[in-house]
Every structure is written in structure tokens, then in C-alpha cells.
């Protein structure tokens, strides 16, 4: 054991220090062997945390780069269409409704291309030149155009500004890009690995080809609203 000296204060003396300086290494290194395995166990939890959120933060900018190729054609058409209505241009809100007339003409359209895929008409696999036309006929264009059509009708049904040739065009074309932009942004996220390509093929081939369907349809509409004095129906 080791002896106190008498000094002034409470000073140890060098053996009491020495001891004090041992007893407190054994002691931290019991604490460090009884705790070691938690403290790593928690680092890595820290570590693993880390990664989670950096990769979290990278799927999350990608998502917002695949959100913005898919919608960035859209918009752009949708203004190219808006701005030609100079003289009487149509309220936002109106243009608004029906982009989301569109996106829900996505729906109504599979009620007509999965009742064609269930009876065989267009086959989930084509094995043949007819099974492609069914497939592009029955199971694409034809229940597409028929669902925008039915949407775009309610639209400027009972609709007030409703009002010359070009009005029909540009409520025609809202309601196409609507179903577009869904359509776009389910084909982006379903190629992820080649999203780059896809959007720019979709963004000069299939966008504009929907606006340009809702385009002629506007207008032959238009043409029989106005020159027969009444609708379709």
C-alpha cells in the first residue's frame, strides 16, 4: 500500500499520483473491454445510417431529374398550344381541369384495352403480324383515343368560354398532354436504367404525337360545334 505524506493541500504525494494514474488506466480499459463490442455495434448503426441517407438523397434528386424529363415536354407543348390563343385566351383553371380530364383518361382507356387483352383480341405476347395490330389498334390507339375523346367532350360540354374554332383545340390538346404526362412519367420510371434515352426518344416521338391527336380532334370538332350551330351530341 501506499502511504499519504503530509503535505500542504490535498496533494498526493508521487506514489499516491502513480497509483491514481494506474487504477484509472485499469479502469478504463475494464469500461473499454465491457462496452467495446456496443460501441462498435453503434458506429456501424451510424455508418449504415450514413449510407442510407446519402443514398436516400441520390434516389431522391433521381427521381426529381426523372420527374422533370417526363413533364418537361408537356409543358412546353402545352405552352406552345396556349399562346397561340392570342385574342381570347382561355382561363388557366379551365386549361388546368383538363390536364387532369387527361390523366384520368388514362384510367377509363384501360377499361377498354384490358377487356381486348382478356378476350385475346390483343395479345400480352405477339407472335404474329396480326397479333401487333391488335396489340396497336385494340389495345393502344384506338381505346386511347376514344377515352380522351369522351373526357375532352365533358370538358367543353356545358363549358362558357367554349366559344370559337380554337377554343376546341386547346382544351383538346390540355386533355391529350394530360394523359401523356401519366403516360410518360409510368414509362420513365419503369426504364430507370435508361431513363435518359427513353424520355428524350418520348419527349420527340410520343408527346408530341398525343398532342398532335388532340389537335386534330379539337379542330374537326370545332368545325362541326360551330359551322352546324351544335354539338355532336
Known amino acids: 500500500t501506499y502511504k499519504r505524506e503530509k503535505v500542504v493541500g490535498p496533494v498526493f504525494s508521487c506514489r499516491n499520483n502513480i497509483f491514481f494514474h494506474k487504477s484509472f488506466l485499469f479502469a478504463c480499459a475494464k469500461i473499454r473491454k465491457k462496452y467495446f463490442f456496443q460501441i462498435k455495434n453503434i458506429l456501424f448503426i451510424?455508418?449504415?445510417?450514413?449510407?442510407?441517407?446519402?443514398?436516400?438523397e441520390s434516389y431522391r434528386m433521381q427521381t426529381l431529374y426523372v420527374l422533370?424529363?417526363?413533364l418537361a415536354p408537356i409543358v412546353v407543348l402545352m405552352l406552345y398550344v396556349y399562346f397561340k390563343d392570342k385574342q381570347n385566351p382561355e382561363p388557366?383553371?379551365?386549361l388546368i381541369k383538363g390536364l387532369w380530364f387527361g390523366v384520368l383518361s388514362t384510367f377509363l382507356s384501360l377499361?377498354?384495352?384490358l377487356p381486348m387483352t382478356a378476350v385475346g383480341l390483343s395479345p400480352e405476347v405477339q407472335t404474329s403480324?396480326?397479333?401487333?395490330?391488335?396489340?396497336?389498334?385494340?389495345g393502344a390507339s384506338i381505346p386511347e383515343e376514344l377515352a380522351k375523346f369522351f373526357m375532352f367532350w365533358l370538358l367543353i360540354r356545358?363549358?362558357?368560354?367554349f366559344d370559337e374554332h380554337l377554343d376546341g383545340v386547346v382544351y383538346a390538346a390540355s386533355v391529350a398532354?394530360?394523359?401523356?404526362?401519366?403516360?410518360?412519367?409510368?414509362y420513365?420510371?419503369?426504364?430507370?436504367?435508361?431513363?435518359?434515352?427513353?424520355?428524350?426518344?418520348?419527349?420527340l416521338l410520343a408527346v408530341p404525337m398525343h398532342c398532335g391527336c388532340g389537335i386534330l380532334m379539337g379542330y374537326y370538332y370545332s368545325l362541326i360545334h360551330f359551322n352546324n350551330n351544335h354539338s355532336l351530341w
Open 158 to 161: 356545358k363549358n362558357k368560354y
Open 68 to 70: 422533370a424529363a417526363a
Open 129 to 138: 403480324f396480326l397479333d401487333c395490330l391488335g396489340v396497336s389498334f385494340l
Open 111 to 113: 377499361t377498354i384495352s
Open 92 to 94: 388557366t383553371g379551365m
Open 177 to 186: 398532354l394530360g394523359f401523356a404526362a401519366l403516360e410518360n412519367v409510368l
Open 46 to 56: 451510424l455508418k449504415c445510417l450514413y449510407l442510407h441517407l446519402e443514398t436516400t
Open 188 to 203: 420513365l420510371f419503369d426504364n430507370l436504367d435508361d431513363w435518359v434515352t427513353v424520355g428524350i426518344t418520348r419527349a
